[in-house]
């Protein structure tokens, strides 16, 4: 383990207003000179510091550790006190990716079971905990939509597309965590002509619009980390009302997640099916993706996701619909 932060304890004590926020997993974006980065917004800001976290060396991290060997006093002692703290998580997603690896996973059961993905679960679940420990005001996980951790903690709170905060590829990201309220999360149905699409024969213009390098090619959109930094300024600046302001909840749609959003509830046994898309991810590899109805709105919907327009989602009827088809192609 490698601490290379600056000193923390040597500020005053009448700083009553100290804006932290840690990067975890921080990889070329948690670089001062990386244009992009998960913490690239609030890098560039008055106001607040920065700590990055990674296990590579060649990323110049604050602490070069591995995050399975960190605690949340370890994290603490890096980043001192502070008055508001966000933490900001890119796990690694190769071994969560649906794309491949199958064989470390029981596709069934929705469990690890080689060692990497035994390894990579760990590692979030560890990430989740050290979270957890230091009670940030905030915090953000990010991670591909499809990502294999639905199967573990749920459906993101938000979905974003990259295409819609300043890059040429769309990549559709799942974003988990206790966010500010207010912020509007923007992405894109397949097909729009707002980014690069694999329409050609080889499948390839999508994937050209892309960096080269793979570092460069996981990079967060800077203006995506723009708007959560302005998210979290407002939410600082403005508190939430007090429980005496708050208005009267009416009877409305499904909260089955708890997560305060209004899900419509349709009746209905399954889903319609849309069709597939086939194209190649310089990160995933060759991903297929099969669509839906969604029973509400129409739009199309991707395995087990919730629907970007209506917010519609039932387990239940996700279930039956992947189960009907296993069953009908035996």
Not at 145 to 174: F, H
Request: with cysteine.
């Amino acid at each position: 383990m490698t601490d290379r932060t600056r000193d923390v304890d040597d500020r005053s004590a009448d700083d009553t207003d100290r804006r932290v926020c840690l990067d975890l997993f921080s990889g070329l974006g948690g670089r001062k000179d990386t244009e992009h980065g998960f913490s690239s917004a609030f890098q560039a800001a008055d106001g607040w510091e920065v700590f990055t976290v990674d296990v590579d060396e060649k990323f110049d991290p604050d602490l070069c550790a591995d995050i399975l060997d960190l605690r949340p006093s370890d994290l603490r002692d890096l980043v001192g006190d502070y008055d508001v703290l966000v933490v900001l998580a890119g796990h690694p997603c190769t071994l969560f990716s649906t794309a491949g690896n199958h064989d470390e996973w029981d596709l069934e059961a929705h469990e690890p079971t080689g060692e990497r993905a035994q390894r990579h679960t760990a590692m979030l679940f560890h990430t989740l905990g050290l979270i957890r420990g230091l009670a940030p005001d905030y915090w953000y996980l990010e991670n591909p939509k499809r990502s294999r951790i639905n199967w573990l903690i749920g459906p993101p709170e938000a979905t974003v597309t990259y295409c819609q905060y300043g890059m040429d590829y769309q990549k559709p990201t799942g974003l988990w965590g206790d966010h500010a309220p207010g912020m509007t999360y923007k992405s894109c149905p397949r097909g729009a002509n707002c980014h690069a699409a694999n329409t050609e024969d080889d499948g390839t213009s999508a994937v050209q619009s892309m960096p080269s390098d793979t570092g460069e090619r996981s990079l967060f959109p800077r203006e995506l980390s723009e708007a959560i930094r302005d998210a979290v300024e407002t939410a600082i600046e403005t508190p939430p009302p007090t429980q005496s302001e708050l208005p009267l909840v009416t009877d409305g749609g499904s909260d089955q997640f708890g997560d305060g959003a209004d899900r419509p509830a349709v009746c209905v046994d399954t889903l319609d099916y849309d069709g597939s898309e086939t194209h190649q991810d310089t990160i995933e590899g060759e991903v297929t993706r099969h669509y839906y109805d969604c029973p509400n709105c129409g739009h199309p919907i991707s395995t087990w996701m919730d629907c970007p327009e209506c917010l519609w989602y039932d387990e239940d009827v996700w279930s039956r619909t992947l189960s009907e088809e296993v069953t009908a192609g035996d």
